[in-house]
């Protein structure tokens, strides 16, 4: 199921494959605790739009998600305000803690939502592992929601993340989120760029340079 990618709009009504009633109540609790988000983006919670988001773009490149997969994506933010960056130290070790505890703490979190819900605990351990990033590269589901991370970060963050970087700075990032990505979301990308506009064109002239550096 992982391995499908699908057509090229982003649409957060797509429907999954298959009607989930836990599922749908697991994304409920996701989205009533990212709706207390102070922080606002076009009038909405920030982080309620971001698990909206990614839960799109996971409709569209695995639409055969399993139910783990699909409630990861919408999960991955969850409450990510309340842990903020300022912290913990700056510089690169300092922001790898925050991410390591920011994963953490959004596995527990979503964890004990899918306990709620009723699912059982492989499936529950296998969503805390993907929030937690275990054994990306290598697991695929773990890679599949790092993909649908890069996509949502290239499609709705890019943009305004660029007016902030110089043009260097910025193909260094963008090389950096491609490789990130499994070799087949990096080919779906390309595609996607292609009949979406200069700003994504850019970004996969990026991405088809990092090609080669990627395991």
Excluded at 13 to 42: G, H, K, Q, W, Y
Aim: neutral net charge; charged residues 30%; hydrophobic residues 35%.
């Amino acid at each position: 199921a992982v391995a499908s990618l699908g057509p090229d709009d982003p649409n957060p009504d797509l429907p999954m494959t298959s009607p989930s009633p836990r599922r749908d109540a697991v994304f409920a609790a996701i989205d009533a605790a990212n709706a207390a988000d102070p922080r606002l983006e076009d009038g909405a919670p920030v982080e309620l739009l971001y698990g909206q988001r990614m839960t799109a773009e996971q409709a569209l490149l695995y639409p055969e998600a399993s139910d783990p997969l699909a409630i990861a994506c919408r999960g991955q933010h969850i409450e990510r305000w309340t842990l903020p960056r300022q912290d913990y130290p700056e510089g690169r070790e300092g922001y790898l803690t925050w991410r390591r505890e920011q994963g953490r703490r959004h596995a527990e979190r979503v964890m004990g939502l899918m306990r709620d819900a009723g699912y059982p605990e492989p499936e529950v351990e296998a969503a805390g592992r993907m929030l937690r990033k275990e054994g990306i590269k290598r697991d695929a589901e773990v890679q599949a929601l790092e993909d649908v991370a890069c996509f949502t970060f290239i499609r709705h963050y890019l943009g305004d993340f660029a007016t902030t970087q110089d043009p260097d700075q910025l193909l260094r990032i963008v090389q950096k989120t491609a490789r990130k990505m499994s070799p087949a979301a990096r080919e779906r990308f390309k595609e996607v760029a292609a009949a979406t506009g200069r700003q994504l064109s850019a970004a996969a002239t990026a991405t088809a340079s990092a090609r080669t550096r990627t395991c």
